[in-house]
C-alpha cells in the first residue's frame, strides 16, 4: 500500500486537489468496492457544502489503479 500512497501523494500534489476520501464500501457483501470521493474546500466532508463527486471500484489492487487513473485525468 505504500508505493499506491506515494503516487496518491503526487497526483494530489500535481491537481492541487484539496480533500478526498477513499472508504470500503459495501462491506457485509461479498464484493467489497473502494468508493471515492473528491470535493473542493478546506471543510471536511460531514460540513462541507461543496459538491461531491463519487464513484465506485473494485476492493483489489486493479481499482486502486483505475482511481490513480481517475486522480490522474483530473
Not at 496518491?8 to 471515492?36: H, M, N, P, Y
Not at 473542493?40 to 486502486?64: H, I, L, Q, R, T
Request: proline residues 4%; glycine residues 6%; charged residues 30%.
Amino acid at each position: 500500500l505504500n508505493p499506491f500512497i506515494a503516487q496518491l501523494q503526487s497526483v494530489l500534489a500535481q491537481t492541487k486537489i484539496g480533500i478526498l476520501r477513499i472508504e470500503k464500501f459495501d462491506t457485509e457483501a461479498e464484493d467489497s468496492r473502494f468508493k471515492l470521493t473528491i470535493w473542493e474546500g478546506p471543510e471536511c466532508y460531514d460540513v462541507s457544502k461543496a459538491e461531491k463527486k463519487e464513484s465506485v471500484y473494485p476492493f483489489n489492487d486493479e481499482g486502486m489503479e483505475e482511481i490513480l487513473g481517475v486522480l490522474n485525468q483530473l
